[in-house]
């Protein structure tokens, strides 16, 4: 059974950091790519960030590039999101996906069809 | 960076109804698009990929359709259950914005 478990999140001030983790099990973690989708209160979901299966590959949501950072511990089957310079409108239950994928005439397919059950991130002074 | 327009945002609907929920890409994005659940406090749920794939597990009430840039999710006979609220998703520039759409919301009339 797949399963993802975050944990790191509470409440930061701004301008401070956070590391969020992201454990898993039931797959083999380092085939996979990986990404982290948040949502603010009462609003709707936003991709952040993702990461290829190897760690070689990074990419961000506008909003968060240069101040976030994705990784991956693949001996340690662990996700990571590194978040400096925090401001109040990065609150948010941030979840992380993995990211399946299925290959039809040779074309990729991705989807996230497994995801944790979230950590709330409180930005406020 | 491609922008995803889900209509109606709010849909109020009756056990038994057949719901239709649309998602308009600003760019065509071939078959990239997924579909998910969301309910109160939890995770979302995938139910369709690839345009119009059922994951496996979910009901076969759900289905999806489309291609390029206007998609749908549509819900045959809504069950109880499925009062939630529902999101697209365009996967299709590997990933340069994987965004999200803005989420429509299904209510009990």
């Known amino acids: 059974e797949v399963q993802l478990l975050e944990s790191g999140g509470g409440l930061v001030q701004p301008g401070g950091s956070l590391r969020l983790s992201c454990a898993a099990s039931?797959?083999?973690?380092?085939?996979?790519?990986m990404s982290w989708v948040r949502q603010a209160p009462g609003k709707g979901l936003e991709w952040v960030s993702a990461?290829?299966?190897?760690?070689?590959?990074?990419y961000y949501a506008d909003s968060v590039k240069g101040r976030f950072t994705i990784s991956r511990d693949n001996s340690k089957n662990t996700l990571y999101l590194q978040m400096n310079s925090l401001r109040a409108e990065d609150t948010a239950v941030y979840y992380c996906?993995?990211?399946?994928?299925?290959?039809?005439?040779?074309?990729?397919?991705?989807?996230?069809?497994?995801w944790g059950q979230g950590t709330l991130v409180t930005v406020s002074s | 960076d491609i922008q995803l327009t889900q209509s109606p945002s709010f849909l109020s609907a009756s056990v038994g109804d057949r719901v239709t929920i649309t998602c308009r890409a600003s760019q065509g994005i071939s078959s990239y698009l997924a579909w998910y659940q969301q309910k109160p406090g939890k995770a979302p749920k995938l139910l369709i990929y690839a345009a119009s794939t059922l994951q496996s597990g979910v009901p076969s009430r759900f289905s999806g359709s489309g291609s390029g840039t206007e998609f749908t999710l549509t819900i045959s006979s809504l069950q109880p259950e499925d009062f939630a609220t529902y999101y697209c998703?365009?996967?299709?520039?590997?990933?340069?914005?994987?965004?999200f759409g803005q989420g429509t919301k299904v209510e009990i009339k």
């Open positions: 996906a993995k990211v399946g994928v299925v290959v039809v005439a040779a074309t990729h397919f991705n989807y996230f069809d497994y």
């Open positions: 990461i290829s299966g190897s760690g070689g590959s990074t």
């Open positions: 998703q365009q996967l299709n520039s590997y990933p340069w914005g994987w965004t």
């Open positions: 039931g797959f083999t973690f380092s085939s996979y790519a």
